[in-house]
């Protein structure tokens, strides 16, 4: 049985077993500029920090291909300062 989850900042309805929460800024940049699909995004707190973050709710298989390339730092393609 799917479990869905509505996201009140998109708009959007999805499959949360097809969710990959990402709370590294630069890599949700990373994923937003390879076009992965972004489901959701929301403010959080760390809870082993207590410092307010931010996650972004992408598509897991959607983020399979930007994944593997940002495992092998593959991303000097991509200007990532900040």
Not at 3 to 25: C, E, K, P
Not at 40 to 52: A, E, F, G, M, R
Request: proline content about 1%; hydrophobic content about 35%.
């Amino acid at each position: 049985m799917k479990h869905y989850a509505f996201s009140n900042t998109t708009g959007q309805r999805y499959d949360s077993d097809d969710a990959i929460r990402i709370v590294n800024l630069k890599q949700s940049i990373w994923y937003l500029k390879n076009n992965v699909k972004l489901y959701d995004v929301y403010p959080s707190k760390d809870l082993k920090t207590n410092q307010d973050i931010v996650i972004f709710i992408f598509s897991k298989k959607a983020s399979k291909d930007a994944y593997d390339k940002w495992c092998r730092y593959e991303t000097d393609t991509v200007e990532m300062n900040m």
